[in-house]
């Protein structure tokens, strides 16, 4: 089972909708999560950080964390051709280290 | 702009050329990471150095030494590179490598292509 997965998409939704990001991860006592967004060619850049379960809201951003189901999402609401991009979720180890998943890549349609 | 900044951002070298990558933080972090990201396949970590003192080494390959000076400044020296060894390759720091609810931030990264 490989540490942090994520679906690699392409995921696409319209201009305007919701996009929804999961990511699920192995180790059970992870006690920090992060989304990275990350354009072709650039490198990744912090969106969210999530510590505690449940929701964390920041703008048009919705980070959601269920450590029982080992678990964490990102929302994207109004949803723009900008936010099209790779999301890579990341998962730290109690020593520090970030484990990155594949990354899912997001395609907003005008 | 993250206030970690690297050079080159592009690099071209033969197998048999030696290189470095330079990665500077201006965050007053402690703690600087280099990455690996290849086609297809998630960001892999190579190093960590907390306070200048290496502290991870992920089973790279001895053609790639990692150096350290101070905490601001981190080397990635390369030596007899291999094909398969192109990729974008990342720095981040962070305030400390061994606390929980440390936040990396990245560099723009350094692509390298070996022939």
Request: glycine share 6%.
């Amino acid at each position: 089972q490989k540490e942090v997965e994520q679906n690699s998409g392409p995921l696409s939704v319209p201009e305007g909708a919701i996009a929804s990001l999961n990511c699920t991860y192995s180790d059970r006592v992870s006690q920090s999560f992060f989304w990275y967004r990350q354009y072709s060619g650039k490198s990744p850049e912090l969106i969210m950080s999530i510590y505690s379960n449940g929701d964390k809201e920041d703008g048009r951003f919705t980070a959601q964390l269920n450590k029982a189901s080992q678990y964490v999402s990102l929302l994207i609401r109004d949803s723009q051709p900008s936010d099209s991009a790779t999301y890579l979720c990341a998962v730290m180890r109690s020593q520090g280290n970030l484990i990155f998943g594949k990354g899912t890549k997001l395609s907003v349609k005008p | 702009e993250t206030g970690v900044t690297q050079t080159p951002r592009h690099l071209v070298m033969g197998m048999t050329n030696k290189k470095s990558l330079k990665c500077e933080q201006h965050l007053g972090h402690n703690a600087m990471y280099w990455y690996k990201q290849s086609a297809k396949k998630p960001l892999e970590l190579m190093f960590v150095y907390n306070f200048k003192e290496q502290t991870e080494n992920n089973s790279v390959p001895s053609r790639f030494s990692p150096e350290c000076p101070n905490s601001s400044h981190l080397f990635l020296h390369l030596h007899t590179l291999q094909p398969e060894d192109s990729a974008l390759y990342l720095c981040a720091s962070s305030q400390e490598a061994d606390r929980g609810l440390n936040t990396q931030y990245f560099g723009p990264g350094t692509r390298l292509t070996v022939l």
